[in-house]
Each structure stands twice: as structure tokens, then as C-alpha cells.
């Protein structure tokens, strides 16, 4: 049954003359009234004699035939009174032929009975219209009517069907608690004052397609047995359809709502039609039961769109919809599949507590502000997107049950205390991602996409005009509270990630080209050199800002958020060691080595520990960089060499080489000889030191140094400084030429 269908069919009454009277330039047919059976005028111009002769003779149940004749109130009332039943006290018509009339005064048909149909086509109602508590037996024809003041129609009874198209109402139009048995008919109706329709039953099809409520609309609390058809309809005031039950199918395609609508309580058995509906000002569905499917594709919501506490029993269609005021879904339950997508959400879209039983397709959705699905429950969705948001994604306190892939390009993405029952992948772009709390039950990875999404159904790219101007990276910022053991991340900026509070950092997969924060280049007007550059803890930075005392001293080094924990040396110790050991367990071995160089810093200021521990790493520190600076161990045994070989040349070396001297005793012949070979002490240099300093010497003192640093000696005949110096170099020299092959071995092990 659709709003054009063809009219109701109805008997044609006979043809009857005009009445002629008061003819005008203008109506130059005069009184259109019909003729009273038997007399050549209509009852308002009949004789008072035939007037008064004609209503005595109506019996109650009697039909009426008076199209076209006007109807003063005083006439109105004597034809009701005449036909007054005594039994039930109040006047019964049979067939009753209003059509064309006009009533100048009020008009009164309250508890009026009409036992046959009753025909007020093209009537004009000049006062208020009464048909309260009337009883509609037959078939009643309203189209074309028009009712200048109000029309009361409360608690009236409509037992076949009822027509109202094309009626004006200029005034209030009250339908409270009507029951209408058969179709109800408002085509194009036009309600100028407000009409209220509340606990109004429709028993039949209710059909008020490209009907017109200029005023406030009141259907609170009514039923549709069958279908209610409001099509085109045009809603200037307020449409109020608090607790309304729709039995049948529900139809609101292409309807306008200017002012606010409200189908709080509502039911919806049947399906719910509201394609291409524009709701301009706020739209509230809150605690609604869609039974059936409901279907809302290219609807525009100009206001708030308020879907609270609503059901969705059958398939919920949103595709395409425009939202340009907030989208508020919360605690709403989708028991079949939910569409949304390609719609395109202009404020902020709360999904708080809903409960998505069937998918949840939001393939292609656009977020411009914030998507809200906090503590949103996701039962079987095994795909959340891809979607665009220009702000913030919430997902805190979210449960997936199934395994889910998300696809999501937006601003920031918090998943705190977010419930991953099963394994999930998170494809993102240019968000920054809060994982705080997180509860992995399986492997979950979180990666960045490096091309924009494609569509679900052609060739073309995902817009992302919301980010543009933004780095496409994905930035996680805190995985505190995380069982780490189960995560993975791959290919992702981890400079400003939080790893305090997450457990099993050790078990942490981390692939791809992840990055982590870098120590400043330089530490600012202090000092003349530069640092060397290494991976880091955000956490380190956070602690060095919070003890450099002065702001220049933290010059280079990320300022710690409000809500950062302070954490002790000890504690960020640990963290280097568990991640060392991930990125060891992925063969990152370079990685590895700049965390150890981070977990040995924070011993080494951990004031907790021994001073004999913290002294030792301090010269680990100065010395190599922890055996992980080749250049400063290169440099201090450059330094140590010079040293050496300034001390042999100064001191080290004799004047002379020794000449072994052979002494003994001539003996004669045949006598056994004894000679003795002795070599005598080096002599010590003497005068002044710069002419000590001669090639011949600095040859030779090189030659003794070199040999130091492979662990041999020179056999270079030595003073005796210079043979302790010599001993002492061969126990240095080497090991600062150990921890710089150290340092470059760690620099290149895979």
C-alpha cells in the first residue's frame, strides 16, 4: 500500500438541483445547496413551515442529504436534536451527506453516531469542529476539507475506513485516542496548528504521506496495527512519537523534520522506513525497539540524532546517512547486522554501551570530530572499517569476542582497558594510540598501513581529507597495564610510547621499522661537543627533565605529560633490560645494544646502588660508552699511547743501548774456563728534556708502545720507568683495544 493508491470505492449520491438563492456577481450560481427532498430550496433557505416539517419527520438512524448547504450553528443543533435517539442520548445518523457544506458557526457532532458512511468532502468548518467520542460506523470522507479554528475528533471511533486528504487544518487538530478500525487516510494533509494524535489507535493501515504538521505533532503514545505510511511528509514544529507502537511497517522515507523528533519508547515490529528523511533540528530514538529491520539509508540529521536504549531486533541500515549534528547511540543494542557505511558524521558519534550482536560495518564511515565507542561490546564483527576520523577514536573498555581486523585512519585511538577476547590486527594510519591497560587474551598487532585505505567496492582510495597535512605514522603513546606477551607491533613510531606499568616486556614483539626516541644532539650552551645519538625510553627523557634542576641542563629532552608516572632510575633500568632482551630475541642486536647503554646509564644514577658498583660503571662509562662507543675508547687509547710514548722518550728509553760485557780469567791450556757475561744497567737520560726528544728516541719509544697494545713486549732495553710503563700499558692499552672492537662488533652482529 503505497500513499498513491488508488481512492476507496464509494456510491455515487444522486444528482440533486442547486438551491439558487443569494446569488451573486461572484457565485453567480447562488446557494449550492441541495434541495430538500420534496422543495425546491436547500434547509438553510427552506420555509420555517417546511423547515420545521422536514425535521420532525427524521427519525433517529435516518440518512441526511444536505451537500453543499450552509450550516449556521442554531441549524446544526436542531438537525442533531431531531435526530436525538432517546436511548442513548445522543443524535444517530445513518448516511450522512456533509459534503460541501459550510459551517459558519461551531460545529458540534460530539458523540454523534453515524451508522452508515458519512460524507464532509470539501467541507468548511468556520468554527471549531467537534466530533469528540463520534462513532464512525461506515466509511467517513473528510478529503478536502477545511477547518479554519480547531478540530476535537477525541476519543472518536472510525469502524471502516476514514479519508482526510488534502484537509487544512488552520487549527488544532485533536485525534486523541481515536480508534480507527479501518485504513485512516491523511494525504497531504496540512495541519497548520498542532495535531495530536496521542493514544490514538490504527487498527487498519495508517496513511499520512506528504501530509503537512506546520504546528507541534503529537502521536505519543499511539499504535499502528498495520502499516503507517508518512512518506514525504513535511514536520515544521515538534514531532513527538514518545512511546508510539508501529506493529507493521513503518514508513518515513524522504519525510522532513525541521523542528525536533522524538520516538522515545517507540516499538517497531515490522520494518522502519526512513530512507532520505532530513531530521534539521534534533532527532531522538532513545529506548526505541526496531523488531524488524530499520532502515535510515541517506537520511540527513542536521540536529542531535539521539538513538538511546534503542534495539535493533532486525538488520539496522544507515548507509550513506549524513549526521550533521552529534550521533548519539548510547546503550543501543544491534541484534542483527548494522550498517554504517559510507555515512558521514559531521559531530561527535557516541556509541557508548552498545552492543553490536550481528557485524558492525562501518566501511568507509567518516568521523569529522570525535567516534565514541567506549565500553562497546562487539559479539561476532569481524571488521571494523576502514574509517576516517579527524579526531579521536574511542574504544576504552570495548570487548571483541571474535577475531577482528581494524582499519581506522585517524587523529588519536584509545584503547584503554579495551578487551581483546580473541586475535585482532590493527591497521592505522596517522593516529597516536593509547593502549593503556589493555587485556590481550590472544595476539594482537598494531601496525602502520603506509597507503590509504581502498574501498570496499572499486578501485579508488579512501579520502582522507580529514588528516591531510598530518603524518601518515602511527605513534603509540602508553602500553602501561599490558600483558606485553602478546603483542606485536611492526613498523611504528614508538619516540613518545609509555612502557611503565606493562608486564612480560621481555616477550614484546616489535617488527618492521619501528623507531624509537633519540637523545638530543647537543646539551645546549655547556658544553662545546655533541652527544652521540642513540634509541631511548621515553621514560628516560622523563626522568632526566624532572632532575636536571635547571631547564637549560634539560636541554634536548622530552618534557613528561601531567599524567607520566615518576619512575626511579631502578624502575627504568628495568624497562631497558626487558626491552633489550625483545629486541635480542628478534635479532635486533643493534637496537639491543643502544637499551643497554640506557639500562647501564640508569644504574649508573641509581642512587640506591653500592658507590664501588656506581664508580665502576662510571669509568665503564667514560672509558667506552659502556664498551659502545668504538670513538671514545679509540680516543682514550690514542690518549694512553701518546702517554706512553711521551714517558719512553722523556724517560723510558737508556742513553745507550747496554752492551753486554764477558769477564773471567785466563786459564792455561787444558784448564776449564769460566766467563761471565753481565749487562750493564741502562744509564737514565740526563739534560734537558727537549733534547730527549730525538727521532732515533720517538722510534723507538713507538715501537714500544705498539708492541704494548697487542700484549708483547718490545724487547726494547728500558729504564726502569720505562719498563713499569711499559707494564702498565700492556695491561691497558689492549683492553681499550678490546672494548673498541667491542663497541663496533655491537654495532654490526646480526
Known amino acids: 500500500m503505497t500513499s498513491g493508491a488508488p481512492p476507496l470505492p464509494r456510491n455515487t449520491p444522486p444528482s440533486w438541483q442547486h438551491c439558487g438563492h443569494d446569488a451573486t456577481s461572484a457565485d453567480p450560481v447562488g446557494c449550492r445547496g441541495i434541495h430538500v427532498p420534496g422543495h425546491t430550496a436547500c434547509l438553510l433557505h427552506l420555509a420555517d413551515t417546511d423547515r420545521n416539517a422536514y425535521l420532525n419527520a427524521l427519525t433517529p438512524g435516518a440518512g441526511i442529504h444536505h451537500r453543499g448547504t450552509p450550516f449556521t450553528e442554531d441549524l446544526l443543533h436542531r438537525l442533531l436534536t431531531a435526530l436525538h435517539d432517546p436511548t442513548t442520548s445522543q443524535a444517530h445518523i445513518g448516511n450522512a451527506r456533509f459534503d460541501g457544506v459550510t459551517f459558519t458557526g461551531d460545529a458540534s457532532f460530539g458523540e454523534v453516531t453515524f451508522t452508515g458512511d458519512a460524507w464532509f468532502d470539501g467541507a468548511t468548518f468556520t468554527g471549531d469542529a467537534w466530533f469528540g467520542r463520534a462513532t464512525f460506523t461506515g466509511d467517513a470522507w473528510f478529503d478536502g476539507a477545511t477547518f ?36 485512516a487516510w491523511f494525504d497531504r494533509v496540512t495541519f497548520t496548528g498542532d495535531a495530536w494524535f496521542g493514544q490514538a489507535t490504527f487498527t487498519s493501515d495508517a496513511v499520512f504521506g506528504r501530509a503537512t504538521f506546520t504546528g507541534d505533532t503529537r502521536f505519543n503514545g499511539a499504535t499502528f496495527t498495520s502499516g503507517a505510511w508518512f512518506d514525504r511528509a513535511t514536520f515544521t514544529g515538534d514531532a513527538r512519537f514518545h512511546g508510539v507502537t508501529f506493529t507493521g511497517d513503518a514508513r518515513f522515507d524522504g519525510a522532513t523534520f525541521t523542528s525536533g523528533a522524538w520516538f522515545d519508547g517507540a516499538t517497531f515490529t515490522g520494518d522502519a522506513w526512513f530512507d532520505g528523511v532530513t531530521f534539521t533540528s534534533d532527532a531522538r530514538f532513545g529506548e526505541v525497539n526496531f523488531t524488524g529491520n530499520a532502515w535510515f539509508e541517506g537520511v540527513a540529521f542536521i540536529g542531535v540524532a539521539w538513538f538511546h536504549g534503542v534495539t535493533f531486533t532486525g538488520v539496522a541500515w544507515f548507509h550513506g546517512v549524513t549526521f550533521t549534528g552529534d550521533a548519539r547511540y548510547h546503550g543501543v543494542t544491534f541484534t542483527g547486522d548494522a550498517w554504517f557505511g559510507g555515512v558521514t558524521f559531521t559531530g561527535d558519534a557516541r556509541f557508548g554501551e552498545a552492543t553490536f550482536t550481528g557485524d558492525a560495518r562501518f566501511g568507509e564511515a567518516t568521523f569529522t570530530s570525535n567516534a565514541q565507542f567506549d565500553r562497546v561490546r562487539f559479539e561476532t564483527a569481524s ?272 742513553v745507550d743501548d747496554p752492551k753486554p760485557a764477558t769477564t773471567g780469567r785466563q786459564a792455561a791450556v787444558g784448564q776449564q774456563v769460566t766467563l761471565t757475561t753481565d749487562t750493564p744497567e741502562p744509564v737514565n737520560p740526563a739534560g734537558p728534556l727537549p733534547d730527549r726528544a730525538t727521532s732515533e728516541r720517538f722510534e723507538k719509544a713507538l715501537r714500544v708502545v705498539v708492541n704494548s697494545v697487542v700484549f708483547r713486549s718490545s724487547g726494547q732495553d728500558l729504564t726502569t720507568i720505562g719498563t713499569y710503563t711499559e707494564m702498565v700499558s700492556r695491561l691497558a692499552e689492549p683492553v681499550l683495544l678490546g672494548l673498541a672492537v667491542l663497541a663496533v662488533r655491537s654495532r654490526v652482529k646480526r
Open 383 to 654: 571488521r571494523l572499517g576502514p574509517l576516517v576520523c579527524g579526531e579521536k577514536v574511542v574504544l576504552d573498555g570495548a570487548v571483541f569476542d571474535q577475531p577482528v581486523t581494524v582499519e581506522m585512519a585517524a587523529r588519536e585511538l584509545s584503547c584503554a582497558r579495551t578487551r581483546w577476547a580473541s586475535t585482532a590486527t590493527l591497521h592505522l594510519r596517522y593516529a597516536e594510540v593509547d593502549l593503556r591497560d589493555a587485556v590481550l587474551e590472544y595476539p594482537v598487532v598494531v601496525a602502520a598501513r603506509p597507503d590509504p585505505f581502498p574501498l570496499l567496492n572499486s578501485d579508488d582510495l579512501l579520502s582522507e581529507a580529514e588528516l591531510s597535512g598530518r603524518e601518515p605514522g602511527v605513534r603509540p603513546t602508553s602500553v602501561g597495564g599490558v600483558d606485553a606477551a602478546h603483542l606485536a607491533l611492526h613498523t611504528i613510531d614508538l619516540s613518545m610510547c609509555r612502557f611503565a606499568g606493562a608486564i612480560h616486556l621481555d616477550q614484546l614483539r616489535v617488527d618492521g621499522w619501528c623507531t624509537f626516541a633519540t637523545t638530543p644532539t647537543d646539551r645546549g650552551r655547556r658544553f662545546p661537543w655533541r652527544w652521540s645519538r642513540r634509541n631511548t625510553l621515553t621514560e628516560e627523557h622523563h626522568w632526566r627533565v624532572r632532575t636536571a634542576g635547571r631547564p637549560a641542563r634539560a636541554h634536548g629532552w622530552t618534557t613528561p605529560p601531567r599524567d607520566a608516572p615518576e619512575l626511579p632510575p631502578a624502575a627504568v633500568a628495568s624497562l631497558y633490560r626487558q626491552i633489550r632482551k625483545s629486541l635480542e630475541d628478534g635479532k635486533n642486536e643493534p637496537d639491543a645494544a643502544d637499551f643497554y647503554y640506557g639500562e647501564c646509564e640508569m644504574r649508573r644514577h641509581d642512587t640506591t646502588r653500592p658507590q664501588s658498583e656506581r664508580a665502576l660503571l662510571t669509568a665503564y662509562w667514560a672509558l667506552s660508552g659502556y664498551g659502545l662507543r668504538a670513538a671514545r675508547a679509540l680516543v682514550w687509547l690514542g690518549a694512553a699511547m701518546a702517554a706512553t710514548v711521551a714517558v719512553m722518550v722523556l724517560w723510558g728509553l737508556p
Open 148 to 183: 479554519t479554528s480547531d478540530a476535537v475528533f477525541g476519543e472518536a471511533t472510525f469502524t471502516a475506513n476514514t479519508r482526510f486528504n488534502g484537509v487544512t487544518f488552520t487549527g488544532d487538530a485533536l485525534f486523541g485516542e481515536v480508534t480507527f478500525t479501518g485504513d
